[in-house]
């Protein structure tokens, strides 16, 4: 009559000490940590480039209706002044998209290049967990063999298991050694990686409001000849909205 198979549990031996599975899950933490942050970073910039362009294109829209509205035909120096309002938001607009240009092959496509690497890290982080779950399991299994009667035919048994945990063995240690000592390294990494691209990040705003503050210096220049300060413009206006409100027309009944 066949034995029935005995089961393969957990080995007694301890295969990875607890020190070096705490680092090990130390640094894969921070590695995740640094994946999530890389992803929402990289859809933070898109959003903000596409929202950039949409303010730009939406101020070139608003000028371009404002040179079609019927006052320009009446009145010379408003259309004077949207003429050169139009002339800057298309300025802006040209600037603004050298600038996303700049942010999208400094900053965005970096970003993405660097996502990129992470699932082939999660995949070796994997197979290192496969290789040490085979591990313990051949560990497990020369234990039983060694707790047994040493008959001829368990000896034979034994020593194939050992055959048999000898690589998986290896592959493991292996697999955990490499990881143990280059996920630190890519960890450090990321600074000398992103640098460049924070730096020409930060040169591409300060190109962009260089240019928009001498390109609405020169329309304040233009438009601005009356030399009335904001309250005044305020009151004006006020003053207009009164006139048109005693109109019958817009009355209240």
Do not use: W
Request: glycine share 2%.
């Amino acid at each position: 009559m066949r034995g029935i198979p005995f089961k393969i549990g957990q080995p007694k031996k301890q295969i990875v000490s607890k020190t070096v599975e705490r680092d090990f899950e130390r640094e894969y933490e921070k590695l995740q940590k640094l994946e999530d942050q890389t992803k929402k970073l990289h859809k933070d910039m898109k959003k903000s480039t596409e929202a950039d362009i949409a303010m730009s294109k939406a101020a070139v829209k608003i000028t371009g209706d404002l040179l079609s509205n019927p006052l320009c035909e009446q009145d010379q120096t408003f259309l004077e002044s949207m003429t050169a309002l139009d002339t800057a938001m298309k300025r802006m607009d040209a600037f603004n998209q050298e600038k996303v240009n700049q942010i999208q092959k400094t900053v965005i496509d970096p970003l993405k290049k660097y996502s990129s690497v992470f699932p082939s890290l999660n995949m070796a982080v994997k197979r290192r967990e496969q290789a040490m779950q085979d591990y313990k399991r051949l560990q497990a299994k020369v234990e039983k063999y060694e707790e047994k009667e040493k008959t001829g035919p368990i000896m034979v048994k034994l020593h194939q298991a050992r055959e048999e945990l000898r690589p998986v063995k290896e592959d493991f240690e292996a697999k955990n050694k490499q990881l143990l000592e280059e996920m630190p390294k890519f960890y450090h990494s990321r600074i000398d990686y992103f640098q460049p691209s924070f730096e020409a990040l930060i040169r591409a705003q300060v190109v962009y409001f260089t240019a928009m503050h001498k390109i609405f210096s020169e329309l304040t220049d233009q438009i601005d000849q009356g030399g009335l300060t904001d309250e005044q413009r305020e009151e004006q206006t006020e003053a207009k909205l009164n006139e048109l409100r005693a109109l019958s027309i817009v009355a209240d009944d």
